[in-house]
């Protein structure tokens, strides 16, 4: 079982950027397929961003391809969400994920994902 921490969420202007770190308590950190979702108000949760267990397959959804980045330490048992040129588009409550699903893969719906963090606020002023 893994608990997901979020952290590093806040107000930054727009072209600002934001790093999101997301540690997880456990032992297995390394064996989960990982990811980023955000759910702005009134609207469905959302993938950003999601990695493989090892860290070198990972998927972007379009609006943020080229601004922002997934990765992980394994060692340290966290994901990063490194976010560059934010929009005032981007601003939701940002949430990590823990697949434990076998495979080398990456996931992008929510419903592959077992473990959720408490999520943490991104706000993206003009």
């Known amino acids: 079982q893994a608990h997901l921490v979020e952290s590093g969420g806040g107000l930054v202007q727009a072209g600002g950027s934001l790093r999101l770190a997301c540690t997880s308590s456990?032992?297995?950190?390394?064996?989960?397929?990982m990811g980023w979702f955000r759910q702005a108000p009134g609207k469905e949760r959302d993938i950003v961003a999601a990695s493989n267990w090892f860290g070198d397959k990972t998927y972007y959804v379009d609006s943020v391809k080229g601004r922002f980045t997934i990765s992980r330490d394994n060692a340290k048992n966290t994901v990063y969400l490194q976010m560059d040129s934010l929009k005032a588009g981007d601003t939701a409550v940002y949430y990590c994920?823990?697949?434990?699903?076998?495979?080398?893969?990456?996931?992008?719906?929510?419903?592959?994902?077992?473990?959720w963090g408490q999520g943490t606020q991104v706000t993206v002023s003009e």
């Open positions: 456990g032992r297995t950190f390394s064996t989960y397929a």
């Open positions: 994920a823990a697949s434990p699903y076998a495979g080398s893969g990456v996931y992008t719906r929510t419903d592959e994902y077992t473990y």
